[in-house]
């Protein structure tokens, strides 16, 4: 019996997600931002041709068993790298990235099952100057971006998988074999990826880079989303720093969260409940219960979030979202 399974990796630019001076490139309409990908992906190929995304790692294996034993396993699948449009003299004009050599480890087979790993990835055609920390001192080609998935198929017909590793930038957003979005990196750091994500410092060299994963927000969180950022009063744009605190259990308070990037911890009475990545919104519970923070929301990474007033939202859509959370206390 032949058993099929498969994990995605979709990688994109979120507005919040570019800092420093690359920034204005971005801010002028130069080159620009992605949308948010959908839920459930669609047609890699279609996509990529829509502009939908930078690159996607798409894994796919395969294992033979017979007597509940895997006896043989391969790979399918592959990757797909998307391109870069930039504005010249008021045209679009778009550069195909370039492909890195796809990175397969030898399907490694177990009584419980074969664990597969890829890698895939590459660099923007554009040049990106910048300052790194080690001769030549200058980079004049752009960073390296990648993901590494591992996906493990069992006898029985079920599998796991991780994504065992990732570029510093940009976002990364995981796909099951359903096609159904699961999990998400955590952090996106633009600095970090633009000084370390070269030579040696990639998978191609002799390292990669531990990514951080989170759940996947609500769906009503991601469509309040879309008001906060996009509505007509901008929110504000805060930063903590890794070990900070967003807010403290008792304060007063009536502002919304929602984090853009990094990971928050929510902590009650001391206790640690839950680490909350982007696309998660906190806060409601105190709008909706006189004004007070009923958990400490501490920095696990740096992380930027944007800051709503609570009147802002019906107080349905916040009930709502408050017996929606998956989290026990949300601040």
């Known amino acids: 019996m032949r058993i099929e399974s498969s994990v995605t990796t979709l990688s994109w630019i979120p507005s919040e997600a570019v800092t420093g001076a690359n920034k ?13 990908p959908p839920d459930v992906l669609g047609d890699l190929d279609e996509m990529r041709n829509a502009d939908m995304f930078r690159f996607a790692n798409r894994l796919a294996g395969w294992a033979e068993v ?28 778009t550069f195909a990235a370039v492909e890195l050599p796809l990175l397969r480890d030898d399907p490694v087979i177990t009584p419980e099952g074969v664990t597969f790993v890829q890698t895939y990835g590459g660099r923007t055609a554009l040049p990106a100057p910048r300052r790194v920390p080690r001769p030549p001192f200058v980079q004049f080609r752009a960073p390296l971006v990648w993901t590494t998935l591992a996906l493990t198929v069992k006898p029985d017909g079920s599998s796991t998988f991780d994504l065992a ?4 930038f940009p976002r990364h957003w995981v796909y099951d074999d359903s096609g159904k979005l699961t999990a998400k990196a955590g952090l996106a750091d633009f600095k970090q990826w633009a000084r ?40 504000k744009i805060r930063t903590v720093k890794a070990g900070q605190l967003l807010t403290e259990q008792g304060a007063p308070g009536d502002e ?13 009475d001391g206790q640690p409940l839950a680490e909350i990545g982007p696309g998660a919104i906190l806060g409601e519970r105190a709008v909706l219960e006189g004004g ?10 740096k992380c930027r979030v944007a800051v709503a007033q609570g009147d802002q939202f019906d ?17």
């Open 292 to 301: 007070v923070r009923t958990s400490t929301l501490r920095a696990v990474t």
């Open 66 to 93: 017979h007597d509940g034993r895997v006896v043989d396993a391969g790979y399918s699948g592959a990757g797909f790298m998307g391109s870069t449009t930039i504005r010249l003299a008021g045209k679009g004009v």
């Open 24 to 36: 204005s490139a971005f801010e002028i309409g130069f080159t620009h931002y992605d949308d948010p």
């Open 165 to 168: 590793g990732a570029s510093p």
């Open 315 to 331: 107080r349905e859509l916040l009930e709502q979202l408050s017996s929606g959370h998956r989290r026990e206390s949300d601040g």
């Open 196 to 235: 370390q994500s070269f030579g040696r410092k990639t998978p191609w060299g002799s390292s990669n880079s531990t990514a951080l994963v989170t759940a996947v927000e609500t769906a009503l969180e991601r469509e309040l989303s879309g008001r906060i950022m996009r509505g007509g009063d901008k929110p």
């Open 256 to 268: 919304v969260y929602l984090v853009l990037d990094g990971v928050l911890a929510v902590e009650v």
